[in-house]
């Protein structure tokens, strides 16, 4: 279903497709109010965007989506709502950064070693116009080289999980990304938590650490997700006491069968992680 709320989505700043104003244009295309970015740590898309979402009329959310890890696991976690200039965001983007640049090193490395063939990391740089470096920029360098035949072969035989490019290095502890967050002023919110590869006691188990840190939402309607999927989230979010948020995760066009603003609908008995939020004119 369509939803006027989208609290994920990616930009040029990180992996996504389209620029932060032609994200926004397509969010005003779309009927979405409320928007926030978050690409994968950083902020940049977000402030990028402030003035078209001005024009547009669009309530725009400073949104990040912070890499980490947990038991071994890399988790994203989605920060909303924070002051975008605040001393910790500034540290957690440029540690972050930090932490991108050497994991695209060892990737580069990595994935060279296993095609007998060397990757120059300037072009794949060139791939993420000066933004964060992500696998689906190596799976385009790999595409253009010839050295597979699409992005999803790229991923399913190298850069996808548990594959030789699946490069964890560097990641903060899932503690210490939520503690970032909370320290800027913003919900930290645990992203596609149906995703992870966990048992439920597992997941639970993730959870409290989560919220132990600080966190206090979880997604709950997010683009593809199926009933079983949203039944299962809705079902620990009401038993951890968690708020609940929503979004696509889109990329941009035929990216991953995604469309901006569409989502399950939202499920009852669940406070969304908006229902305190300041007022439009001040929230960013």
Not at 145 to 158: E, H, I
């Given at each position: 279903m369509p939803?006027?709320?989208d609290?994920?989505?990616?930009?040029t700043?990180?992996?996504g497709?389209?620029?932060?104003?032609?994200?926004?244009a397509?969010?005003?295309?779309?009927g979405?109010?409320?928007?926030?970015?978050?690409d994968h740590?950083t902020?940049?898309?977000?402030r990028?965007?402030?003035?078209a979402a001005?024009?547009?009329?669009?309530?725009?959310?400073?949104?990040?989506?912070?890499?980490?890890?947990?038991?071994?696991i890399?988790i994203?976690?989605?920060?909303?709502?924070?002051?975008?200039?605040?001393?910790a965001m500034?540290?957690?983007e440029?540690?972050?950064s930090e932490?991108?640049?050497?994991?695209?090193?060892?990737?580069?490395?990595?994935?060279?070693?296993?095609?007998?063939?060397?990757?120059?990391?300037a072009?794949?740089e060139?791939y993420?116009?000066g933004d964060?470096?992500?696998?689906p920029?190596?799976a385009?360098?790999?595409?253009?080289?010839?050295?597979?035949?699409?992005?999803?072969?790229?991923?399913?035989?190298?850069?996808g999980?548990?594959?030789?490019?699946?490069?964890?290095?560097g990641?903060p502890?899932?503690?210490?990304?939520?503690?970032?967050?909370?320290?800027?002023?913003g919900?930290a919110?645990?992203?596609?938590?149906h995703?992870y590869?966990?048992?439920r006691?597992k997941?639970?188990?993730?959870?409290q650490?989560?919220?132990?840190?600080?966190?206090?939402?979880?997604e709950?309607?997010y683009g593809?997700?199926?009933?079983n999927?949203?039944?299962?989230?809705?079902?620990?979010?009401?038993?951890?006491?968690?708020l609940?948020?929503c979004?696509?995760?889109?990329?941009?066009?035929?990216?991953?069968?995604?469309e901006?603003?569409?989502?399950?609908?939202?499920?009852a008995g669940?406070t969304p992680?908006w229902?305190?939020w300041?007022?439009?004119?001040?929230a960013?």
């Open positions: 939803s006027e709320t609290l994920h989505c990616h930009t700043a990180s992996d497709k389209l620029t932060p104003a032609e994200l926004v397509r969010a005003h295309e779309r979405i109010t409320t928007l926030a970015i978050t740590d902020v940049a898309g977000f990028d965007a402030r003035p001005a024009t547009a009329g669009i309530r725009l959310i400073p949104g990040i989506e912070l890499s980490c890890v947990w038991g071994g890399t994203h976690v989605v920060g909303l709502n924070f002051d975008p200039d605040s001393p500034l540290a957690a440029a540690r972050q932490a991108r640049r050497n994991r695209a090193a060892l990737i580069a490395e990595k994935v060279g070693k296993k095609l007998h063939h060397s990757i120059d990391l072009q794949v060139a993420a116009g964060q470096i992500g696998r920029h190596f385009q360098y790999l595409v253009d080289k010839g050295l597979v035949p699409s992005m999803a072969v790229a991923f399913s035989k190298y850069l999980a548990g594959k030789v490019g699946d490069v964890k290095a990641w502890e899932l503690a210490e990304a939520v503690q970032w967050i909370i320290a800027a002023g919900t919110v645990l992203a596609h938590a995703h590869n966990m048992t006691t997941l639970r188990a993730c959870l650490d989560f919220i132990a840190a600080g966190g206090s939402a979880v709950v309607a593809l997700m199926d009933s999927q949203q039944g299962q989230i809705s079902a620990l979010a009401r038993e951890f006491n968690l609940g948020s979004g696509s995760d889109y990329h941009g066009p035929n990216r991953f069968g995604l901006l603003g569409i989502m399950p609908t939202f499920p669940i992680v229902h305190n300041a007022s439009p004119a001040t960013g």
